[in-house]
């Protein structure tokens, strides 16, 4: 009933940039919080970027500075500007967005996509 569409990963040199895209479709009544979280190898998934109903958004010590998280309304769609990455970004990158049907609220998972920043 509700699917995320993920797009925006690939390879990049160290000081490049990606920008993430995630899109959900289906029928809902409410999107309400959307967030962006990585999993390295060997590492515990780790929150990126929340960006709140409001508008709000909030980043790991990491990334701040150099990502940038934003949401469309119309189109349902979560965005990740990154900037400046680094080696240390490569992760397997995950949407989340928590979504109301009726009077159940739920988080729904991307797939995922691979960045590598690498020389």
């Known amino acids: 009933q509700v699917q995320l569409a993920e797009s925006g990963g690939g390879l990049v040199q160290p000081g490049g940039s990606l920008r993430l895209s995630c899109a959900a479709s289906?029928?809902?009544?409410?999107?309400?919080?959307m967030g962006w979280y990585r999993q390295a190898p060997g590492k515990q998934r780790e929150t990126v970027a929340v960006?709140?109903?409001?508008?709000?958004?909030n980043y790991a010590d990491s990334v701040k500075g150099r990502f940038t998280i934003s949401r469309d309304n119309t189109n349902n769609t979560v965005y990740l500007q990154m900037n400046s990455l680094k080696p240390e970004d490569t992760a397997v990158y995950y949407c989340?967005?928590?979504?109301?049907?009726?009077?159940?609220?739920?988080?729904?998972w991307g797939q995922g996509t691979q960045v590598t920043v690498s020389a």
């Open positions: 960006i709140t109903t409001g508008g709000s958004p």
């Open positions: 289906g029928r809902f009544s409410s999107i309400y919080d």
């Open positions: 989340n967005v928590k979504i109301r049907i009726r009077v159940i609220i739920s988080d729904y």
